[in-house]
C-alpha cells in the first residue's frame, strides 16, 4: 500500500480552530486560566452540548452510546468500508487546562467542518469522537470510554464505579443526559483511529520541532499496595509506633529513587507515579500494537507540509493506546510549553495547533480516500 501522503487543498482554518479551543475553555474556566470540566459533572454536560451543535452544524449525525463515549457520524461514498476515526476527549482535572484532549476533539471537528465547507466526500465514512471520561479524574479508571469500547475494560465494572462521594458512573452519566443505547463493542469495527494531543514533556519543545510522530507507548504496570499500621494516640512514645503513613512515605520515597537512577545518557529507562494516596483507619475496606502503515502516513504528512518532526514514544496512555490494541491507531503530538499539562498553566501557541491540524487532516484523509464533490456540489 501507499504510504506517502500528498498536501491536502482543504479549507482548514487555523483561526477557527483557535477560536472554538477558547470558545469551549469558558465553560469550567478556573481564575489562573485553566479548566475544570471533570466527567459526569454539569460541566462536562455542558461542553458536550456545544460539541453537538457544533458538530450538527458541520453535517455529522451523533450517536451515543452506553458508557457516554460520543460518535459523529459522517457518510463516505462506500457505506461498505469500515470508517476512518478521529478523536480524543473532553474532560479535564479538576485543575487541568484548555488543550490536553480538547485539541484532538476540535482539530477532529475541523477536518468535518472544512469537508463540509468544500462539499468534498470521502470514500470511507468518517467518524468523529469524544471519548467518556480520559482522565479518570473523577472516576477510576481512566480512558473507561475507550477501554470498554475496546474491550479492555468490562462495561458493567466501569458503570459501578464510584468516585469518592459515593456517586455511580452510571447513574451520574444518566443525570446529566448523556447515557445512549449505542454498543460501544461496535467501535472495534473501525479502519483506522487517529488522535492529535499536546506531548506533555518538553523533547519537542528543547528540540525546536513541531509534530511528533508516535511511534509506540511505553509500556505499564499498575500496582495497588496496602500498608498496615496501628492506631496509637498522638501523645504516645515514638518507640514501638506502627505508623502506617510514614512506612507509605518511606515507599514512595524509594520508588522516586529507583526511576531516578534509571535516567542514563541513553535518556530513561522508565519512570513512576504515585498517582492515588488514601489513608484507611484499620477498620475501614481497602481497592495491541500502532499500525506501521499509519504511522508512516503521519511522518509523511508532516514531510509533505515541511513541519519539523520526530518519532517518539509517548510515556503517558491516551484513548489511541487503547485502541490501538484492537484497531490500527496512529497519535499525533504537537509541543506544550515547558512540557506542563494537568495544570492551569498549560499553555501551546496557535501555530502547534495549526501543524498538528494540517498533519492530522492529511493523514485521516490519505486513509479514507477523498471522492471529490459530494453530489449536486460541483
Not at 477510576?140 to 475494560?153: E, Q, Y
Not at 447513574?171 to 460501544?184: F, K, S, V
Not at 530513561?268 to 477498620?283: K, Y
Request: overall charge negative; glycine content about 12%.
Amino acid at each position: 500500500m501507499d504510504r506517502t501522503v500528498d498536501r491536502i487543498n482543504l479549507p482548514l482554518s487555523q483561526d477557527r480552530l483557535w477560536a472554538s479551543l477558547m470558545d469551549l475553555a469558558r465553560i469550567g474556566a478556573l481564575p489562573n486560566g485553566g479548566n475544570d470540566r471533570q466527567a459526569l459533572t454539569d460541566r462536562d454536560a455542558e461542553g458536550r452540548a456545544l460539541f453537538r451543535r457544533w458538530g450538527e452544524a458541520a453535517g455529522l449525525t451523533l450517536t451515543v452510546d452506553r458508557v457516554g463515549n460520543m460518535i459523529f457520524h459522517r457518510p463516505g461514498r462506500d457505506p461498505g468500508r469500515r470508517p476512518v476515526a478521529v478523536g480524543s476527549h473532553l474532560d479535564t482535572q479538576p485543575t487541568g487546562g484548555k488543550f490536553d484532549g480538547p485539541l484532538g476533539v476540535l482539530a477532529g471537528l475541523e477536518i468535518m467542518r472544512a469537508l463540509h465547507e468544500a462539499g468534498i466526500e470521502t470514500e470511507a465514512p468518517l467518524l468523529l469522537i469524544n471519548w467518556c471520561n480520559e482522565e479518570g479524574a473523577r472516576f477510576a479508571p481512566p480512558m473507561s470510554g475507550s477501554g470498554v469500547a475496546m474491550g479492555i475494560v468490562p462495561e458493567a465494572g466501569i458503570l459501578a464505579t464510584r468516585d469518592l462521594a459515593g456517586h455511580a458512573f452510571g447513574d451520574e452519566l444518566r443525570r446529566i443526559g448523556w447515557q445512549g443505547a449505542a454498543d460501544p463493542a461496535a467501535l472495534r469495527e473501525i479502519g483506522a483511529y487517529f488522535e492529535l494531543h499536546i506531548e506533555q514533556g518538553k523533547r519537542l519543545e528543547d528540540a525546536g520541532l513541531t509534530v511528533g510522530v508516535v511511534d509506540r507507548a511505553l509500556a505499564q504496570i499498575w500496582y495497588e499496595i496496602t500498608v498496615l499500621g496501628e492506631e496509637a494516640h498522638a501523645g504516645s512514645p515514638m518507640a514501638g509506633r506502627r505508623d502506617a503513613m510514614m512506612a507509605a512515605a518511606a515507599l514512595i520515597a524509594s520508588l522516586e529513587g529507583i526511576a531516578g537512577a534509571a535516567v542514563g545518557a541513553g535518556g530513561e529507562r522508565g519512570r513512576a507515579t504515585v498517582g492515588v494516596l488514601q489513608v484507611f483507619e484499620a477498620f475501614d475496606r481497602l481497592r495491541r500494537e500502532i499500525a506501521i502503515i499509519l504511522v508512516d502516513r503521519v511522518q509523511a504528512s508532516a514531510e509533505a507540509r515541511g513541519h519539523a518532526w520526530t518519532r517518539m514514544p509517548t510515556a503517558i496512555y491516551h484513548d489511541a493506546v487503547y485502541c490501538a490494541r484492537a484497531v490500527p491507531a496512529a497519535l499525533v503530538f504537537c509541543p506544550c510549553h515547558g512540557g506542563i499539562s494537568h495544570n492551569e498553566a498549560e499553555s501551546i501557541t496557535p501555530a502547534w495547533a495549526g501543524a498538528g491540524l494540517e498533519v492530522l487532516a492529511d493523514a485521516v484523509l490519505a486513509t479514507a480516500g477523498l471522492a471529490g464533490p459530494r453530489a449536486g456540489q460541483a
